[in-house]
């Protein structure tokens, strides 16, 4: 279920959720930059280095404050497929 965007630190970001035992493993895009600075050499690093999976109360202790509407959206759809 998306529970869609939120802009934080520059960067919009994108969030589902799921009802599942899903994998932590990811396939990530990656990006090229300039590697170390100032070297001429450009080198490839993964966008994604890594994915968890929380719950509710774990993750409000790892969002950073401008994510935290996600949850609440969450909170919001889970008593609305209850409650009908």
């Known amino acids: ?43 490839r690093f993964p966008e994604v280095d890594k994915a968890a999976w929380f719950d509710l109360s774990q993750a409000r202790e790892v969002l950073v404050k401008s994510q935290l509407p996600f949850l609440e959206r969450l909170e919001e759809a889970i008593r609305h ?4």
């Open 1 to 43: 279920m998306p529970l869609e965007s939120v802009k934080s630190s520059g960067k919009v970001i994108h969030v589902w959720a799921v009802e599942a035992e899903p994998s932590t493993e990811i396939a990530s895009n990656t990006f090229e930059i300039e590697w170390p600075p100032k070297s001429g050499k450009k080198t």
């Open 81 to 84: 497929k209850r409650d009908h």
